[in-house]
């Protein structure tokens, strides 16, 4: 399994992003993916899934509205647009597939004016 995020940068409170998960190694259509997120001092989180099957997607409350999570199963591609970014987003963002235990290396999204 590999994923490798890109996609991150420095963006002014309101600004929007696009990350994408370029994934290798297993059926990425098949598996349900997840966006995480760590901040400084803080411990890891869930902030989207998409699940494989059925496209459903699933936030966590602090980003419902404002991220929304994709795929393109053609290309092995998860996305995470986010809009309308506040200070509090600044984070390490990483993508997972669900049933596996590997992490990719993050790309860091800071969100300061």
């Known amino acids: 399994v590999q994923l490798v995020e890109s996609g991150g940068g420095l963006v002014q409170p309101g600004g929007s992003l696009r990350l994408s998960c370029a994934a290798s190694?297993?059926?990425?259509?098949?598996?349900?993916m997840s966006w995480y997120r760590q901040a400084p001092g803080k411990e890891r989180e869930m902030v989207a899934t998409?699940?494989?099957?059925?496209?459903?997607?699933n936030y966590a409350d602090s980003v419902k509205g404002r991220f929304t999570i994709s795929r393109n199963n053609a290309k092995n591609t998860l996305y995470l647009q986010m809009d309308s970014l506040k200070p509090e987003d600044t984070a390490v963002y990483y993508c997972?597939?669900?049933?596996?235990?590997?992490w990719g290396q993050g790309t860091q999204v800071t969100v300061s004016s």
């Open positions: 997972k597939a669900v049933l596996f235990d590997d």
């Open positions: 998409i699940f494989g099957a059925s496209g459903r997607t």
């Open positions: 190694g297993f059926s990425f259509s098949q598996y349900t």
